[in-house]
């Protein structure tokens, strides 16, 4: 922790500063630049009080030098972390693709939809039972019964189930049904959600944010895993920006940044990031390319009458063809599918 | 609505789209272009599928050409929504100034803090018992217990209580307990807590989500109108840009804007959108310049030792002055304080 | 200046880094932390190459503690720089409006416009004679004839003219004719054009870029002043966010923000931020009641037949109203119109 | 074009927008939907005057249906078009990369570069002569005497040489003697710069601006094309975003969205966009998988000791070793290198 003073601050000041850190539990070193003067904290900081101090008579500013997430850190953890996904394990040097429709809407579908992706070599089917639009007018998912579709579908063909809970209502209802329980864009602050999550032991997918830095979302992972849950894989699914051609602005340089901060699996989800089913396949590769754990991919066996988010679902004879070319891209970036 | 067919398209989709359309219940207009040739809708769109239709071959685009949202809308409702908050009202010719610490600490604290601003004419308390923090090794807040803290406060000096709901675990207890129910940032798309707080009796303030557009804010006061309680007070309380001096961007011209989009009382909060306890007198000004229903300020009796966001909030002298200069605003444009 | 080194550097690293520091003429203080060694400096360290240090082994990052800024920055400068538009004077306690149509489109038009602003209160004329425009196929201004055109209007009336520059062509025929030279947001950070306009003895109006930050801001600034010209006047026209109602998001906090960093007056532009002619009243008022040294006005004598923007611009009839609302804003923040 | 009256519209206001429609040369369709009467334009809308029509009473707004943009439209042009750089072609199967310093430092690190960058297969040398720094008291590139040292190490290797120009006054020198001239990100709409590149015979490299639309990237090379210079490549460097780990937000989904709606070829900028050399390759690699025809890298002989960013400058070896890594990756989206 570094803080600056102000130009002109008193010696009184500087003093109260130094207690103040000191309080905090660690040494302080002052150093007296040309116009500027700056206190480092030796030792362990985290007991000091960052806010209060920069609130202080005298205080310019303060600096954190450390990152603020510590169980979804790198640093104390060199090591990628390896998450189960049913018979699959997101990390390693094998990538996960997990597929499936925007929504459920009917055990045909489903079902329909599992076999194609499995067969395409999918390591566990995506699906949305509860819904969340931005329109209360919108269908808003099968809920309860999608769940039960789901599972069926699950039974029938040994696909670990991946899909998004939107409530603590569900959670529990979630840990017992569900392989991987996926938290949305728009959830991804919803702290009271993470914590109840944190107690669970299934695997959580943590999208980001529309408009979260990877130090937030990183952040929120560590909420999850600070209650006890460590198996987290992360998913970007694009920000928001100024540009509007695409739904979101899908952000790859974020995959080899979040994989140089944290050990956990990273995974890219080229349809809601882009909203366009034609730039699905190029995305797709360059996000192997740039170095992710896998993939969230919507496949919908009729897009055009799907219930919802049709536009960016791909068929399954599309997500057939870009299998075989992840394949040679895993091989080009040293790994395997 | 009106649907843009692309260039080249054949005589049997342009039938395609157009019964597409007819399915939907309207009459469609056909204008053939030099480049363009586009479908218009006669009649109530509103069970036309556009998302189906932009997924029709030979469509290059669909257009929506009315607003989502339709309770909140000014178009059906042209007077100026009023919403009760214990004797004050929201939406009229008064601004209605609602402060108090980010933060309840104590049963001396939110009551110090209730009497001061209560003195200066504030209508309502505000006190935060759950709250959302980025970091889960930061203060949580009191949480029940606060909520009894706020209560004991509003006993005493008659002000109504304004606090922020994080789980739909809470919509019982909070209906019960308090007289606003705030719905921060984080949460302004958890749409489940929205269903939920439209079955409420209670007037919802729900806050601008980081990076949400003027329409998804609008269309997220409609999740809770639609469900039958259209007491929403919405406020602005900035937006997430590239800018990093101010801890958001505060959005004024948004004031006037949804003015003219809804009836619904708005209001600004010049804390949280700044950060910075020094901006917050410029900026409360300029938000009733800009023609918000009111104003929702941090004031902490003591910000050096607050428990969480210190650095915005104001003191009670300095609301005080804040009160003055804020009386004069209103006058200058045809309000009271 | 901070240096933080990474964990498990070697000490033949830290010395490394502490003799290129001691390099650039300071002293340097090292603070062992438990995760973290910072380095200090100590002295002036604008010698220091901090983007070599930032390379060196072991160096995990290195933090500015000071503003890049000297000349703008009101550390060096504590007194309001006062910057005269001919008879006018702007950052005094006066504000001073410039009004004026987007375009200048004729003889008549032009004086039309500038008697009645000039009437109504203005200190200077706007209009625009070389517009940029985003389609090459656009009105792209009367260019020469145009400031020839605003010369007789000076002629006839007296008000100073302000008006864009867009190309390093054009400095020394705007030297000689007009009163001040306008760098409009898209040419913010156009250098060469800032040096050359830093050998001018013109005052400059600078707009902020459309994405630019407040210290880039400031730094374009400086790059006029380190040329020896310290007559600039900044202008907030609003920034590119995700939010598409208005045309730009004004970002009034970046008032207070710029006029406690620096020295120099700031102007608000309330149309081109808006884009909307009915936003500008509430705009203009909030703008002053933010701290703003003046504004800056698109006013047409006929606005639906503009050949440019009419679409953000008032009639001088709403102008005159606007300045009455003006006058009284003033007052209450202590200024004077 | 599609104009939406608002609610309430009188027939004379519609007759005066029909009338002055037809005024533009178009038949116009009027359709009455049950909230929304829209009129389309039937035949060659680009002589109606938009702006005009949409201040017109009872109009609530008015649509573009077709792109601004003509002659860099694919509609227009269903081919690639193919733009020579020396002896090498860009936007046909064989990928151009681009390579060189971000700043020439002097006759024998260029010519170093340069050997290196050609034995490893770059088609042109990058190198910049006139930086644009955002201080002024950076180092502001050699100027003139860069480009002879450019000229020199062309003659030495035969290899193109590409670099930016900031100012108008310096096309006439550029045109003489440099092969492609590139407009910086900041220079992106300097129109009055583009407008005489469109008058010379040189290809020109036009960078997206740090927060332009895609659309706005396109009206800046019609603006060049417009002059009759068709040459022009475009380069993704990455936007400006909320996110400041890297530098910018390489936009990578912004190339299939050019190459469909455009002809001219793309290459993508992972040096500047990134802002840091370790991510160069994933980013590179990523940006071939997306579509791009090419890349424009940062390679520095001695990147610790550079001049300028050596922060995202990658060494000669590591060029190399991409460089093998890009030819697979060529082979597998069926392109050569």
Redesign the interface.
């Known amino acids: 922790?570094?803080v600056?003073m102000k130009?002109g601050f008193t010696a009184q000041e500087l003093d109260g500063v130094k207690q103040q850190m000191e309080a905090g539990g660690?040494k302080v070193?002052?150093?007296?630049?040309?116009?500027?003067t700056?206190l480092?904290?030796?030792?362990?900081?985290a007991a000091v009080d960052m806010?209060?101090i920069?609130?202080?008579p005298g205080v310019e500013r303060i600096?954190r030098?450390?990152e603020?997430y510590k169980k979804a850190n790198r640093?104390y953890h060199p090591d990628n972390s390896l998450v189960p996904v049913g018979n699959a394990v997101l990390g390693g040097k094998k990538l996960g693709i997990i597929a499936g429709p925007c929504s459920v809407e009917s055990h045909e579908q489903i079902l329909e939809v599992a076999r194609s992706v499995q067969s395409s070599g999918a390591c566990a089917l995506r699906g949305g039972a509860?819904k969340?639009?931005?329109?209360?007018?919108s269908f808003q998912g099968l809920e309860k019964e999608g769940i039960h579709m789901l599972q069926e579908a699950r039974e029938k063909t040994g696909l670990p189930i991946v899909t998004e809970i939107?409530?603590?209502?569900n959670v529990e209802m979630f840990e017992m049904c569900v392989d991987v329980i996926q938290v949305g864009a728009?959830?991804m602050?919803?702290?009271?959600?993470l914590?109840q999550l944190g107690k669970t032991s299934k695997p959580i997918l943590l999208k980001r944010g529309?408009?979260s830095?990877?130090?937030?979302w990183l952040?929120s992972a560590?909420?999850i895993m600070?209650?006890g849950n460590e198996n987290v894989i992360l998913c970007e699914r694009g920000?928001?920006?100024?540009?509007?051609?695409?739904r979101n602005?899908?952000?790859?340089?974020?995959?080899?940044?979040v994989k140089?901060l944290s050990h956990l699996p990273v995974l890219v989800d080229p349809s809601h990031?882009?909203g366009r089913a034609?730039?699905v396949e190029?995305?797709a590769?360059?996000?192997?390319?740039?170095?992710a754990d896998g993939l969230l991919i919507e496949v919908h066996n009729d897009?055009?009458?799907?219930l919802?988010?049709?536009?960016q679902s791909i068929t399954p004879d599309q997500f057939q063809a870009l299998m075989e070319?992840l394949k040679?891209?895993a091989a080009?970036?040293g790994r395997e599918l």
Not at 29 to 36: A, E, I, K, L
Not at 239 to 246: N, P, S, Y
Request: aromatic share 6%; with cysteine.
């Open positions: 922790m570094v600056v130009r660690v070193m002052v150093s007296h630049g040309q116009d500027t700056i480092g904290a030796e030792g362990n900081a806010e209060k920069s609130l202080m600096m030098v450390t603020p640093k509860y969340p639009r931005s329109s209360p007018y939107m409530s603590t209502d728009r959830n602050q919803n702290f009271d959600l914590k529309m408009s830095t990877i130090e937030e952040m560590e909420y600070a209650g920000i928001r920006t100024f540009e509007t051609f695409t602005t899908l952000d790859l340089s974020a995959i080899p940044a140089s990031s882009t034609w730039m190029s995305m590769i360059a996000a192997i390319a740039a170095g897009p055009p009458n799907a919802c988010d049709g536009a070319k040679a891209m080009l970036v």
